[in-house]
């Protein structure tokens, strides 16, 4: 009998949390004898937990997961349009589908889970033996209901180990709010039973810590109080039931303490190596591919960095990527005009204030005294471009180079790529904490500011963000906290669920979405189509960008405004092929678990 939860082994038995082998202990329905007399030694449950952090969605695909699906492509902030999922979904191009596998994965899990938990209870030892694993798996039950709860609201609640004709197989939806609670408890648990980093020895290093646990109960709270406060009850499915009380800046506030309790105890730092002369200033780059001796000009290893908070662990021989990283990086991902746009000066300023953004006139002027995060992931290791040398060949003039191996393909190779995916790192606990103080109270103080995301504008060689510069300059303190997450976080996973729990996500996704700005007959990066279909042209761009304009002589273009008056861009998609609706906020339930079970209640207008 099928239902809504995939049959799942207990886990695959690593070596350790660290360790990449993949020694793997199916404990299928017909082991269940040998599952029965497993969970006798604490070295069981190590085990059988370890298999939990290989399924968080990361590098390698997992149960047929893809992590370009979250990578922030279909946003605003990337300039590709193609056939892919996150693509279809930004433009509002989907309907409800029959089968989902972010829907099956994660009950699969969560029963998983719930069978080491079941074991737990029954142990025959001192429970304080299993305590930390125990933990980890409470930690994991809200990882993956939390994940539930972002794609799809309100989902059904699993703690037990349902059999065939379990009651929770055509158990209703549990609302959005008894979620929530469910996740907040398991994290209570989690924190309370976790060891702190510091006490993690090194051979164990990669299991989750207190820290890591309250840093995601930080992340689960300002996501959930910010979706109450300005998403509201407007994505709650039919009989849903509302919160039973304002814990808006109940959230807020614990948000803010547990993140604070993070920055100051948990041991972490940024990965800053720009004093470093071979590093070219660029620690944002090379802080995303630290892959053995070549990761970096000055060799740094992965035992270097300790600004990653929870991570999933790769290695070049035992547990490579195994995804076309790099090439799908530079590819796919890559920059629109928004969000070149939105890097600052060195300033301070945005480009439409700082009196030394250079503008558009010349291929190297937008480059100028801006943002190292523009130039570590829009040029990596490389150069600005000179003037004259952009053709727009397919990439619109701009590449990503953010989780892009360095010297991709010399020193790594499509699939050999082997840097760690950070689940949780700290510039993101920077960024909850800013963001919580002033969500909360209206304002945040400079010393809040200095002690969260100025760290982060202090390695991108930014000025720091004040009250005074914000006032001054006819600034808004709110939007400037979010443009940093949005800058610091480019490519994390974070973009989507941004918008919707701020609530703009259907102004900010069907806007026009355009690329690199384009000039005149004394303007560098002017262009024309060469091809078989245009022949004789000067200049050449690619089959991607005649396949989706077919424009004669050009790609499409649009007018923009910016502060140098109305300067042309390439058009990417025009917003009238847009149709983002609040109903996208939350994805339809996949319609087979509606035929398995009748009683779970469709999402809105869907």
């Not at 993956?144 to 699993?158: S, Y």
Request: hydrophobic letters at 35%; glycine letters at 8%; a neutral charge.
């Amino acid at each position: 009998m099928k239902n809504f939860i995939i049959p799942a082994a207990i886990g695959a038995l690593m070596l350790g949390a660290g360790a990449c082998t993949k020694n793997f202990l199916d404990l299928k329905p017909e082991d269940r004898i040998s599952e029965a007399v497993y969970f006798t030694k604490p070295d069981h449950f190590k085990l059988a937990t370890n298999d939990f952090y290989e399924k968080m969605i990361s590098w390698e695909p997992i149960d047929g997961s893809n992590i370009f699906h979250f990578m922030d492509l279909g946003s605003d902030l990337t300039a590709y349009i193609g056939d892919e999922p996150p693509v279809k979904y930004g433009r509002g191009a989907f309907n409800a589908p029959l089968d989902d596998i972010y829907w099956n994965n994660p009950y699969a899990y969560i029963r998983s889970i719930n069978i080491v938990l079941n074991k737990a209870e029954a142990y025959p030892g001192k429970k304080e033996e299993i305590k930390q694993y125990v933990a980890a798996a409470k930690f994991f039950r809200a990882w993956h209901h939390f994940f539930l709860l972002k794609r799809f609201g309100g989902v059904p609640i699993i703690t037990t180990v349902p059999d065939v004709g379990g009651a929770e197989l055509s158990a209703p939806r549990n609302s959005r709010y008894e979620v929530v609670d469910q996740i907040l408890a398991d994290l209570d648990e989690a924190i309370a039973g976790l060891p702190t980093e510091q006490s993690i020895p090194a051979e164990e290093k990669g299991h989750v810590s207190k820290w890591a646990a309250e840093a995601f109960k930080a992340r689960v709270l300002l996501y959930e109080a910010t979706w109450r406060k300005y998403t509201g009850v407007t994505t709650d499915f039919k009989g849903s039931a509302g919160p039973a009380s304002d814990q808006v800046n109940q959230f807020l506030t614990e948000a803010i303490s547990l993140a604070k309790d993070v920055m100051q105890n948990g041991g972490y730092r940024l990965w800053n190596y720009n004093s470093n002369g071979a590093m070219l200033n660029r620690s944002n780059y090379f802080l995303f591919n630290i892959d053995g001796s070549g990761g970096n000009p000055a060799g740094l290893d992965k035992t270097t960095n300790s600004e990653f908070i929870l991570k999933s662990i790769y290695d070049n021989k035992l547990r490579p990527g195994g995804i076309l990283l790099s090439h799908t990086m530079q590819t796919r991902i890559l920059p629109s005009r928004k969000m070149m746009d939105m890097y600052l000066c060195t300033d301070g300023l945005p480009v439409s204030k700082s009196p030394n953004f250079k503008g558009y006139q010349k291929v190297s002027d937008e480059y100028q005294g801006r943002d190292l995060r523009l130039l570590s992931y829009v040029l990596g290791s490389g150069t600005v471009p000179a003037n004259g040398s952009i053709t727009l060949d397919g990439k619109l003039g701009y590449t990503n180079y953010k989780f892009s191996a360095n010297n991709y393909p010399t020193y790594r190779s499509s699939g050999q790529e082997s840097q760690d995916y950070p689940q949780i790192r700290l510039a993101e606990v920077y960024l909850i904490y800013a963001e919580a103080l002033m969500e909360k109270n209206g304002a945040i103080s400079d010393a809040d500011l200095n002690s969260s995301v100025n760290l982060l504008r202090a390695r991108a060689g930014v000025a720091p963000l004040t009250n005074a510069l914000v006032d001054n300059n006819g600034l808004n303190m709110l939007e400037e906290i979010r443009r940093e997450r949005t800058v610091e976080l480019y490519g994390e996973c974070f973009r989507f669920d941004d918008l919707k729990r701020w609530g703009i996500a259907e102004r900010q996704l069907n806007q026009d979405v355009c690329g690199m700005v384009v000039g005149g007959a004394n303007y560098e990066t002017e262009f024309k189509v060469a091809s078989k279909e245009h022949p004789g042209t000067d200049s050449t761009t690619s089959l991607y960008i005649q396949k989706n304009y077919e424009t004669g002589t050009a790609p499409a273009e649009t007018t923009i405004s910016t502060r140098y008056g109305d300067v042309k861009a390439v058009l990417i998609d025009a917003a009238a092929n847009r149709n983002f609706k609040r109903m996208h906020y939350l994805f339809p339930i996949p319609l087979r678990q509606i035929q398995l079970n009748p009683n779970l209640v469709q999402n809105n207008d869907y």
